[in-house]
């Protein structure tokens, strides 16, 4: 059964301060083992979610970004989301963090996401969401900026981003959660990046 997360990467406050980027905590190798733990998830079979209890997934969130035009970018952010099975309404919470920006064409521009209030404070987004059967649906929301160009100042944007997957089993029930995400991100100012995320992928085990 699918599930849907939606997340945004909401308000997104443009800096005029010129610092250095915070070093990424990861790059494509990370990326593509990343990829290929996904690649192998979704192969699994899928799964119904326990009647009673609850867990916390622990994976990724990967994609290939668009930023200005440039098709040179990927996305890898560690992911976390706590799924309480007997609850209504709003039975999810987690977080998106550790989000990396990593420059194909040039690895030396790679660089952590942050939270769009400060060059050097890393950034995170918070999901919240509801579970019915096993079928999943969250946003995740927050701020994020980087420093593009060369130019030492951080620009932002303002996200909305779609994760749509299901529940599956490894080696024990509900023991995985699997799917693909695509989003935008549209400029908040004149200091904002344009970003285009057309197919990415996601995945967290208990």
């Known amino acids: 059964m699918n599930f849907k997360l939606t997340t945004t990467c909401l308000a997104l406050v ?16 990370e990326y593509n083992t990343a990829r290929a733990t996904y690649s192998y998830l979704r192969g699994q079979p899928s799964s119904d979610l ?20 440039k098709n040179v970018y990927s996305v890898l952010g560690d ?41 050097m404070n890393p950034g995170r987004l918070n999901v919240v ?11 995740a929301t927050g701020q994020l900026g980087a ?3 060369g130019t030492g100042t951080q620009t932002t944007t303002q996200m909305n981003m779609q994760l749509e997957g299901r529940v599956a089993t490894t080696t024990l029930t ?6 693909t995400l695509e989003g935008f991100g549209t400029p908040s100012n004149v200091l904002g990046m344009a970003v285009d995320l057309p197919s990415g992928q996601f995945y967290a085990r208990n």
């Open 79 to 119: 992911l976390e989301m706590r799924v309480n099975f007997a609850g209504a309404g709003q039975n999810i919470a987690g977080d998106i963090t550790n989000i990396n920006l990593i420059d194909r064409s040039d690895p030396a521009g790679s660089q952590q996401f942050t939270d769009g209030t400060s060059a």
């Open 129 to 139: 969401g509801s579970r019915v059967g096993s079928a999943i649906g969250a946003t």
């Open 147 to 149: 420093v593009l160009g």
């Open 174 to 179: 509900s023991d995985t959660l699997v799917g």
């Open 14 to 29: 443009a800096l005029a301060a010129c610092d250095d980027a915070i070093p990424p905590t990861a790059g494509q190798i």
């Open 50 to 69: 326990p009647p009673v209890g609850g867990t916390t997934y622990n994976g990724a969130v990967t994609a290939n970004a668009q930023i200005d035009g």
